[in-house]
């Protein structure tokens, strides 16, 4: 921070407070270490000091730890864009989708017309079990009326929350019949799954996409790939496409099933941090398994380390387009009774050296780096891909990778072109896609076939078809439908289709019949399949799989030449 800033900072009536508060929540956020000099002790007792007088002198009246609040975010902007301090409330929404697991009633919902509808009922779960339909409207949970004006989602969560083995009554009315119905359900612990679907491709070759890494994420793994394992697979596509990371161990213990023993996955050193090696700690199960990962630019974190680690140990084939760039490790540190802070005290480094953080820092917009990529056409062509170490660092078989702002692919697949996703992107963000397709169900609930397909006869009719559906849909938010005689125009179309397709199946049967359907065509899936079928990317070395260095993608000579290092 320059000279003047600071001196904006601290200028004018409120400044000497803002002084004061900050080294107050500097106090307070150090209270739990170890170091109890004299000079802190005396500091200690001088802010206290400035910050009774404050409370009991000031010419207006203060909330003490309200004012601290804004203290303690003062101090956390001026550090890394991934420290944080979390209030008590955010720490318990974080730890629902991070371990895996809540505790409630089990069933998705949305909210339409002023009406709770259950869109889909948790296989095994205590609504399944207590009787509870796809369909159903809630319109009472004991003896609350919840179909009104005003129903939101944390109202509704509220009310179906609650502790295990706690009973709520619900009062529902039948899609269909509108027969009302009251059911008991005893709440019970509620998986998340991070591991939303595994599935045979085609030709023995495996998917499995991964939308986190939370607590149950490498059981959730190994488990995914023993059932494919049994019906024949033997390579393997991971999709970490938008999968934001999470926890660190899920990822390594992953990593294990693919490596060697004693193979470097990762290492970690900060400041005040020793470095940490991170090896494999057996021969893995799967170490002779090809596999194809892709990733994009919201992938980061533990997805970053996962396909670092992989191209790292040329154990796979790494497509998409370059990562997020969030290699930087947090530990967390309870505040006493007012949250916790989540403390970046070290960087992540691929077993090559490279570090996966991308710049940040006062002259960098760390926010705007989605949007730089967009306009600078890196989304789109592989000559922009900008990476900002100009080291260039060497996987175990000497191919040439480069860090300094995510993991940069092996094989580029650029981004849909934006002119069609004008509307989809539209129907997608406001959940009119969703709604569309929850509503769509449940009027044809009792025409729906047992195997719902593109071709099915329900879907086709003219007027109350998918096409027609969506179309009204479009039309009801004032949007132009894109015109089927331009090639921009029938891709456009196909891509709504195919969204509004998939959402339906997800409704009808799963997230594994989700993607299979969402990504039908997928450019990324498609490349990787003809990677590893077609393509002699692999052979055997040192007991394991290997991608081998002179078919690599990307050439030492030419891969210098398409990135622009700056």
């Given at each position: 921070?320059?000279?003047?800033?600071?001196?904006?900072?601290?200028?004018?009536?409120?400044?000497?407070?803002?002084?004061?508060?900050?080294?107050?929540?500097?106090?307070?956020?150090?209270?739990?270490?170890?170091?109890?000099?004299?000079?802190?002790?005396?500091?200690?007792?001088?802010?206290?000091?400035?910050?009774?007088?404050?409370?009991?002198?000031?010419?207006?009246?203060?909330?003490?730890?309200?004012?601290?609040?804004?203290a303690v975010d003062a101090i956390i902007n001026e550090l890394d864009p991934h420290t944080y301090y979390f209030t008590q409330e955010e720490i318990d929404a974080n730890a629902e989708s991070m371990e895996g697991n809540f505790e409630g009633i089990g069933v998705e919902f949305i909210i339409?017309?002023?009406?709770?509808?259950?869109?889909?009922?948790?296989?095994?779960?205590?609504?399944?079990?207590?009787?509870?339909?796809?369909?159903?409207?809630?319109?009472?949970?004991?003896?609350?009326?919840?179909?009104?004006?005003?129903?939101?989602?944390?109202?509704?969560?509220?009310?179906?929350?609650?502790?295990?083995?706690?009973?709520?009554?619900?009062?529902?009315?039948?899609?269909?019949?509108?027969?009302?119905?009251?059911?008991?359900?005893?709440?019970?612990?509620?998986?998340?799954?991070?591991?939303?679907?595994?599935?045979?491709?085609?030709?023995?070759?495996?998917?499995?996409?991964?939308?986190?890494?939370?607590?149950?994420?490498?059981?959730?793994?190994?488990?995914?790939?023993?059932?494919?394992?049994?019906?024949?697979?033997?390579?393997?596509?991971?999709?970490?496409?938008?999968?934001?990371?999470?926890?660190?161990?899920?990822?390594?213990?992953?990593?294990?099933?693919?490596?060697?023993?004693?193979?470097?996955?990762?290492?970690?050193?900060?400041?005040?941090?020793?470095?940490?090696?991170?090896?494999?700690?057996?021969?893995?199960?799967?170490?002779?398994?090809?596999?194809?990962?892709?990733?994009?630019?919201?992938?980061?974190?533990?997805?970053?380390?996962?396909?670092?680690?992989?191209?790292?140990?040329?154990?796979?084939?790494?497509?998409?387009?370059?990562?997020?760039?969030?290699?930087?490790?947090?530990?967390?540190?309870?505040?006493?009774?007012?949250?916790?802070?989540?403390?970046?005290?070290?960087?992540?480094?691929?077993?090559?050296?490279?570090?996966?953080?991308?710049?940040?820092?006062?002259?960098?917009?760390?926010?705007?780096?989605?949007?730089?990529?967009?306009?600078?056409?890196?989304?789109?062509?592989?000559?922009?891909i900008k990476v900002a170490d100009t080291v260039i660092f060497r996987t175990k078989l000497g191919r040439p990778v480069f860090g300094g702002g995510g993991i940069t692919p092996d094989i580029f697949i650029p981004i849909n072109n934006p002119g069609s996703n004008v509307v989809l992107s539209?129907?997608?963000?406001?959940?009119?896609?969703?709604?569309?397709?929850?509503?769509?169900?449940?009027?044809?609930?009792?025409?729906?076939?047992?195997?719902?397909?593109?071709?099915?006869?329900?879907?086709?009719?003219?007027?109350?078809?998918?096409?027609?559906?969506?179309?009204?849909?479009?039309?009801?938010?004032?949007?132009?439908?894109?015109?089927?005689?331009?090639?921009?125009?029938?891709?456009?179309?196909?891509?709504?289709?195919?969204?509004?397709?998939?959402?339906?199946?997800?409704?009808?049967?799963?997230?594994?019949?989700?993607?299979?359907?969402?990504?039908?065509?997928?450019?990324?899936?498609?490349?990787?399949?003809?990677?590893?079928?077609?393509?002699?990317?692999?052979?055997?070395?040192?007991?394991?799989?290997?991608?081998?260095?002179?078919?690599?993608?990307?050439?030492?000579?030419?891969?210098?030449?398409?990135?622009?290092?700056?």
């Amino acid at each position: 921070m320059s000279e003047n800033d600071k001196k904006s900072i601290f200028k004018g009536p409120t400044g000497p407070l803002i002084f004061a508060l900050t080294l107050a929540a500097g106090l307070m956020l150090g209270r739990g270490c170890d170091d109890v000099s004299h000079r802190k002790t005396f500091m200690g007792s001088r802010i206290s000091h400035i910050l009774d007088q404050i409370e009991v002198l000031y010419v207006d009246s203060v909330d003490r730890e309200a004012l601290v609040d804004v203290a303690v975010d003062a101090i956390i902007n001026e550090l890394d864009p991934h420290t944080y301090y979390f209030t008590q409330e955010e720490i318990d929404a974080n730890a629902e989708s991070m371990e895996g697991n809540f505790e409630g009633i089990g069933v998705e919902f949305i909210i339409k017309d002023d009406s709770l509808m259950v869109v889909s009922v948790i296989e095994g779960g205590p609504s399944e079990k207590a009787g509870v339909l796809d369909g159903d409207r809630i319109v009472e949970v004991g003896e609350v009326e919840v179909s009104q004006e005003k129903l939101d989602n944390k109202r509704v969560m509220k009310l179906l929350k609650g502790e295990r083995g706690t009973r709520v009554e619900l009062g529902l009315v039948r899609s269909g019949s509108f027969e009302h119905v009251n059911v008991e359900i005893e709440r019970d612990r509620i998986p998340i799954y991070s591991v939303v679907a595994s599935f045979v491709l085609e030709n023995e070759v495996g998917y499995i996409k991964i939308n986190r890494f939370s607590a149950t994420t490498a059981i959730e793994f190994e488990k995914a790939m023993n059932e494919i394992e049994l019906e024949g697979v033997n390579s393997l596509i991971i999709d970490l496409r938008s999968n934001g990371g999470g926890y660190l161990n899920p990822a390594v213990d992953m990593i294990d099933l693919f490596l060697n023993k004693d193979e470097e996955i990762l290492y970690t050193e900060g400041n005040a941090v020793a470095r940490k090696n991170y090896l494999s700690r057996v021969d893995g199960e799967y170490k002779d398994w090809p596999l194809a990962i892709i990733i994009d630019e919201n992938s980061a974190s533990a997805s970053e380390i996962f396909a670092g680690a992989m191209q790292d140990n040329d154990r796979a084939i790494i497509l998409g387009r370059r990562s997020f760039g969030k290699g930087l490790v947090q530990e967390e540190y309870d505040v006493p009774g007012a949250g916790a802070l989540r403390l970046t005290i070290a960087r992540f480094y691929t077993p090559s050296g490279r570090a996966i953080q991308k710049p940040y820092g006062k002259d960098v917009n760390y926010e705007h780096d989605q949007i730089d990529r967009f306009d600078s056409g890196e989304l789109y062509f592989e000559d922009s891909i900008k990476v900002a170490d100009t080291v260039i660092f060497r996987t175990k078989l000497g191919r040439p990778v480069f860090g300094g702002g995510g993991i940069t692919p092996d094989i580029f697949i650029p981004i849909n072109n934006p002119g069609s996703n004008v509307v989809l992107s539209e129907l997608v963000w406001t959940g009119a896609i969703r709604d569309a397709a929850f509503s769509w169900i449940d009027l044809h609930r009792n025409e729906l076939p047992d195997n719902l397909s593109e071709s099915s006869k329900i879907w086709m009719d003219i007027n109350k078809g998918g096409k027609a559906t969506i179309k009204r849909v479009v039309a009801e938010m004032e949007m132009v439908w894109p015109e089927s005689s331009t090639e921009e125009g029938r891709e456009g179309i196909e891509r709504i289709m195919n969204r509004f397709y998939a959402q339906v199946i997800r409704i009808v049967e799963d997230d594994n019949g989700f993607y299979r359907a969402l990504y039908e065509g997928d450019d990324a899936i498609e490349r990787a399949l003809y990677e590893l079928l077609e393509e002699r990317r692999f052979g055997s070395r040192d007991g394991r799989l290997y991608l081998l260095p002179e078919i690599e993608p990307n050439q030492s000579d030419s891969l210098s030449q398409t990135l622009n290092i700056n």
